[in-house]
Every structure is written in C-alpha cells, then in structure tokens.
C-alpha cells in the first residue's frame, strides 16, 4: 500500500476485490464514504478492460482499504519518512 504521494490509481477490477472484501453492499459502502448514492462507486468499478485504472479518488480509496481491513494506507510508516 502506499501513501497519497506514491499512490497510483487502482485498477477498476482492484477497486471491486476491496469492496468485496469490506463485506458491505454497494449502498452501504457509497454511505460510509459519504457519497450521495452508490453512482459514483459503480463509475469506480466498472470493467472497461480487466486492467483498466479506475477514477477512485485517493481518499476514498484508503477509506475502502481500511474498511477491508487492509490497514491505514494513509499513514506514514518510518519507512516513507526517510
């Protein structure tokens, strides 16, 4: 995982496995990322190519990680900071 600026964006097929394994609906994720409606979380999801990158904003995506028990991406570990 790395932080904001290492961060490249997830593939769309990534951005699904996340959410798969945050164990949430479609409603229930686009609710705990403050989204309006679930639209935009199926815009991040959508397969044009199996590796097409998809338009997950930074944030939402670390939310998304940490809710599937991926850790806190957004963290600064010893590592980053050298």
């Known amino acids: 995982m790395k932080t904001a600026s290492e961060w490249e964006s997830p593939t769309c097929a990534e951005v699904r496995?996340?959410?798969?394994?945050t164990?949430?609906?479609g409603s229930a994720v686009?609710?705990?990322?403050?989204?309006?409606?679930?639209?935009?979380?199926?815009?991040?999801?959508m397969?044009?190519?199996p590796d097409a990158k998809s338009s997950i904003?930074?944030?939402a995506w670390a939310?998304?990680?940490?809710?599937?028990?991926?850790?806190m991406i957004f963290e600064?570990?010893?590592?980053n900071e050298a």
């Open 30 to 45: 686009a609710r705990e990322l403050g989204l309006k409606d679930s639209r935009n979380l199926r815009n991040w999801q």
């Open 57 to 59: 904003p930074y944030a």
């Open 23 to 25: 164990g949430l609906s």
């Open 63 to 71: 939310l998304l990680c940490f809710y599937a028990g991926l850790g």
């Open 17 to 21: 496995e996340v959410i798969r394994l």
């Open 76 to 79: 600064k570990s010893s590592e």
């Open 47 to 49: 397969l044009k190519t």
